[in-house]
């Protein structure tokens, strides 16, 4: 559009831009539960997310301090959970977070759907596809009736990803 023209030309570039994904009705997910990532495990979740750091323009990765206040629902949503997935070492290799909140009008909860990461490492074995399912199960479970994440246009395999999901 012409503002961010107008902003390029006076040296700002655009870092991303996020869209919006919604799925409703939440499916019926048949899956094996979560690994429910504990307070105790926050420094291996950072390091976690660290090693995703620039999987999207917007992935920054975040804190063990951020894993911790998103576990005590310091970001404003209710039954927080942090979803994992562990190798055959016991390794971290891929995490969700996730947590629901009501919607603004009143029809029930939304599901979050959000920093979901995979270890470059363990890639294409269809943990991030678990994952999300875990996490509309999870939702489900805690009273959700729809799902929301958001996405970088130009992060296309996790868009393919979600878009796989519904």
């Not at 997910?29 to 999207?56: F, H, N, Y």
């Not at 990765?61 to 894993?67: C, L, P, R, V």
């Not at 596809?129 to 994440?149: C, M, N, P, T, V």
Request: aromatic share 8%; net charge negative; hydrophobic share 40%.
């Amino acid at each position: 559009s012409a503002w961010v023209k107008e902003l390029e030309q006076h040296g700002f570039a655009v870092r991303n831009a996020w869209h919006d994904y919604f799925l409703e009705p939440l499916p019926t997910v048949q899956t094996e539960p979560p690994l429910l990532i504990k307070p105790c495990d926050a420094d291996e979740a950072a390091k976690l997310t660290a090693a995703c750091r620039g999987d999207s323009r917007g992935f920054t990765g975040q804190t063990a301090d951020w894993i911790a206040a998103w576990l005590r629902g310091e970001d404003g949503v209710d039954d927080p959970a942090i979803l994992g997935e562990r190798d055959a070492n016991g390794d971290l290799i891929g995490l969700l977070c996730t947590g629901t909140y009501a919607r603004q009008d009143g029809s029930g909860k939304m599901v979050w759907i959000r920093e979901l990461c995979v270890h470059p490492r363990a890639r294409n074995r269809g943990i991030g596809h678990k994952l999300i399912l875990q996490a509309l199960r999870y939702g489900a479970e805690h009273g959700g009736s729809k799902a929301f994440l958001a996405a970088d246009e130009q992060n296309t395999g996790a868009i393919h990803l979600y878009q796989s999901v519904g």
